[in-house]
């Protein structure tokens, strides 16, 4: 329940942009501001969460991260301004940032036996979330307007917030012998961390899989409109975008899993990369489905880099430093993407210049792998 609103005040936005900013008065530029805020705030949250788990343990500040996303999501849809939207989508997003690196520690302590198979449920929740609200954006906007199709998500982090509550209750009845608190060598493995290759290896593949996939998830609509299709075809190319997503959040896990160093993995992702760019740059509307189709296939490094977290870490301190780490590196890198990719589209009047930049982050992308996939762990590289 917590994965599935890791994703849904991104996607249930950005098919909606156009319509929100002739209603209460933003332009173009604001628009590339509102794709940088979910990766800022993914940033500032892998920063942030080593210490909140510390204090509040793991636990509660997964508890804690569903009141920030619902509260954030249900606020910002009755706002009149733009700066109340922007603050209140801030809030929403640095809550599902603090799930996104809460979640794969807890994993690991709760189902250490099963890191492939969970992983897989987890992934596979967070791009549902991701799915579904940008297919039903548009829809639900025309029928009941652009407020209550914004709004409405803050239902699902409410409901996620009550397995927490159960979990808490139950640990504090029983007193389990593993503590929801953070061990203290939590902080002193976040501080070490930094000096490991394979730490910076997997900041740089998480990071820019996520430049590139936030850039399409705000600007995809726009390509298309520019194209000649209606705003309602650019959300379900979104949808789809994501759609394609749960086929690499089944499979990835296991395959990473089975493999000792799954960059060749890493390197078809790269192709896809650059043929649906080529695509979406030369024809978009020759075979849209077919450029999406591809362009989903290339972020399947998103759910390896995931699984690799758990599967290049030996302990749950190790692991909640090197996701808070991975994260929160990679996020920083990736808030640049969609505000640099409609700057050089504002600038050059085209789209040649911002898939240029996407092209430059695959090609980062393929260095980082290439240090995250070798078969090593953490603990033996942050010395």
């Known amino acids: ?29 604001i628009v590339g501001v509102f794709g940088m ?10 920063l942030l969460t080593p210490i909140l788990s510390r204090r509040l343990g793991l636990e509660t500040t997964a508890l804690v991260a569903m009141g920030m996303t619902a509260a954030g999501s249900a606020i910002r849809a009755v706002v009149p301004e733009t700066w109340e939207l922007l603050v209140f989508s801030a809030l929403a997003l640095t809550g599902m940032g603090i799930g996104n690196v809460v979640i794969p520690p807890l994993v690991k302590r709760y189902f250490s036996d099963r890191l492939a198979l969970l992983s897989s449920v987890y992934i596979v929740m967070v791009q549902l979330g991701t799915v579904v609200p940008a297919l039903v954006a548009v829809p639900i906007a025309q029928s009941h307007g652009w407020r209550i199709s914004l709004g409405w998500w803050a239902i699902l982090p409410l409901i996620a917030m009550l397995p927490w509550l159960g979990v808490l209750r139950i640990r504090r009845d029983h007193a389990r012998a593993d503590s929801t608190e953070m061990p203290a060598e939590a902080v002193e493995s976040t501080g070490r961390v930094w000096k490991s290759s394979l730490a910076w290896g997997m900041a740089l593949m998480f990071g820019m ?28 190319m979104v949808g789809i975008f994501a759609l394609i997503g749960l086929v690499a959040a089944l499979s990835a896990p296991i395959v990473v899993g089975r493999m000792v160093n799954p960059f060749p993995v890493v390197i078809a992702c790269a192709g896809f990369f650059f043929a649906g760019f080529a695509g979406l740059l030369i024809a978009p509307m020759a075979a849209p489905l077919v450029w999406v189709l591809l362009l989903g296939l290339g972020p399947s490094t998103f759910p390896m880099a995931l699984t690799l977290i758990n ?73």
């Open 209 to 236: 899989t996520s430049l590139i996939t936030y850039s399409m998830f705000t600007w995809m609509p726009k390509i298309f409109s520019d194209a000649g299709a209606t705003a309602s075809f650019g959300g379900s």
């Open 311 to 383: 599967l290049r870490t030996r302990t749950s301190v190790g692991s909640a430093a090197l996701s808070g780490f991975t994260q929160g590196v990679g996020y920083a890198v990736a808030c640049l993407g969609p505000v640099l990719f409609g700057a050089l589209h504002s600038m050059t009047g085209g789209w040649l210049a911002p898939f240029a930049l996407l092209s430059v982050a695959v090609l980062v992308l393929l260095a980082g792998a290439w240090l995250a996939c070798k078969p090593r762990m953490l603990e033996d590289t942050w010395d």
């Open 1 to 29: 329940m917590s994965a599935l609103t890791l994703r849904i005040a991104v996607t249930a936005f950005t098919p909606l942009a156009d319509r929100i900013g002739s209603d209460i008065g933003y332009g173009t530029a």
């Open 37 to 46: 805020i979910p990766t800022a705030m993914f940033a500032l949250a892998g």
